[in-house]
């Protein structure tokens, strides 16, 4: 069983940035693959990015050039830094931690980021 803890989200106005973290804990974080997703209000919970293994990242077009994926292995966490907000960017974001072999996920509990003026 893996717990993930999100942290990070605030209110804030557009064209400002907000840092989350998902903190893992597992002894085998190296083994994860790692994303964020993010669920608007009366929306589908939708994929923002992605960290693999092997630090291969990607991003959904909406957030491409805005947000910023990485994790550090050493500390067990995964970071997103978004930059640029836009009012669309509300929303509760979800750390998703994959199993590289088995595929067995786990989410986090979320953090909500509102991008309000």
């Known amino acids: 069983q893996v717990q993930l803890v999100e942290s990070g989200g605030d209110s804030v106005q557009p064209g400002g940035s907000l840092r989350l973290s998902c903190a893992a804990s597992?002894?085998?974080?190296?083994?994860?693959?790692l994303a964020w997703y993010r669920q608007a209000p009366g929306k589908q919970r939708e994929w923002v990015a992605t960290v693999t293994t092997s630090i291969f990242t990607n991003y959904a077009d909406a957030v491409k050039g805005r947000f910023t994926v990485s994790r550090d292995n050493a500390k067990n966490t995964m970071t997103l830094q978004m930059n640029n907000l836009k009012f669309e960017d509300t929303a509760g974001y979800y750390c998703?931690?994959?199993?590289?072999?088995?595929?067995?996920?786990?989410w986090g509990r979320g953090t909500q980021v509102t991008v309000s003026s």
């Open positions: 597992t002894n085998a974080f190296t083994f994860y693959n």
């Open positions: 998703y931690a994959t199993h590289f072999s088995s595929g067995v996920g786990y």
